[in-house]
């Protein structure tokens, strides 16, 4: 997907996700990548603002 190409390529700016206090169980993934073999090449991300909405979370988040 165009998607899993931009994170394949750490060509982004900037994440927004929204969390919200819900389980829905398996499901379609926003982004079907393969992890990391390593945990230590994990792509880390900087947390620039945390917005409360309700009981729902969006989170900015940058590449370091």
Do not use: H, K, W
């Not at 997907?1 to 994440?15: G, Q």
């Not at 992890?35 to 370091?64: F, H, I, K, M």
């Amino acid at each position: 997907t165009v998607l899993r190409s931009f994170i394949e390529a750490r060509a982004f700016n900037r994440i927004e996700a929204l969390v919200a206090p819900v389980l829905i169980g398996d499901g379609p993934s926003p982004a079907p990548i393969p992890g990391p073999a390593r945990l230590s090449r994990a792509p880390r991300l900087r947390t620039t603002n945390v917005e409360r909405y309700g009981p729902d979370v969006r989170l900015t988040l940058t590449p370091r």
